[in-house]
């Protein structure tokens, strides 16, 4: 009888798991869909978002995929945020970070992109690249 009292309580609480999992998954699908048709009706805050939970969620391409919709919108700020995923600090295997693969031409292109648009922290940035270069 303890056994059976046992397995039943096990499986309420795997019932009541089980239905918080599902409907955070839902609730987590249900969002990134409605971002996804924000950001195809124009949303650059949702293309960003987008960007960085594709990012999070290790999927590369649709990352870049997000960022460079709304870099072609003139996001500064997704300029700056993939500018970072081709740095060398966000590619280091000694800090065990792994970014979108190290590459300074990309890197520096988007943020002389954000520079260009008027960010004051990618031209600091740049100045203080091309400061240390010297």
């Known amino acids: 009888m303890g056994y059976v009292v046992v397995l039943l309580i096990v499986v309420i609480v795997g019932c009541i798991f089980f239905t918080k999992h599902k409907n955070r998954t839902v609730g987590e699908f249900q969002n990134v869909h409605a ?4 950001a ?5 805050d949702d293309m960003w978002w987008l960007g960085m939970y594709f990012m999070q969620k290790q ?6 995929e997000w960022f460079t919709k709304a870099i072609n919108r003139g996001d500064v700020r997704s300029m700056k945020t993939l500018s970072r995923q ?3 600090a966000m590619n280091s295997k000694e800090l065990g970070m792994e970014g979108f693969g190290y590459d300074r031409k990309k890197e520096i292109g988007l943020l002389q992109m954000a520079a260009d648009a008027g960010d004051a922290e990618a031209k600091e940035i740049l100045a203080l ?3 240390t270069n010297k």
């Open 86 to 88: 081709y740095s060398e």
């Open 40 to 44: 195809n009706e124009g949303n650059v």
């Open 129 to 131: 690249q091309h400061s």
């Open 59 to 64: 999927k590369k391409d649709k990352s870049l």
């Open 35 to 38: 971002k996804i048709d924000s």
